[in-house]
C-alpha cells in the first residue's frame, strides 16, 4: 500500500526525506520503501509522523480525508 498522504505532507512542508527519516531515526532508503508502500511503516513511525504534521492518524493513512489535529 503506497502511502500517498504521507509523502504529500512532506512535500507540503518543503522537507526532504533525509529530514523525515532524520526525525524518525531511521534509514533514509527505508523510509523511502514506507512512502512507496514496498515496506509497511511501524505504528509507532505513524504517530510520531501525526504528533510531528498535528494530524489525525486516520488522515495521515488517508482513511479519512478530513483533517483533525492530532489527538482530536
Known sequence: MK?????DMRIDQD?????ISALLECNRDVYSRY??????IPIDYV??????????VDYLLSVSSKKRKFGD
Do not use: V
Request: one cysteine or more; charged letters at 40%; aromatic letters at 12%.
Open 3 to 7: 502511502y500517498q498522504r504521507i509523502e
Open 15 to 19: 522537507l526532504t526525506i533525509k529530514e
Open 35 to 40: 512512502e512507496k508502500g514496498i515496506r509497511d
Open 47 to 56: 504517530i510520531r509522523l501525526a504528533r510531528f504534521y498535528d494530524c489525525s
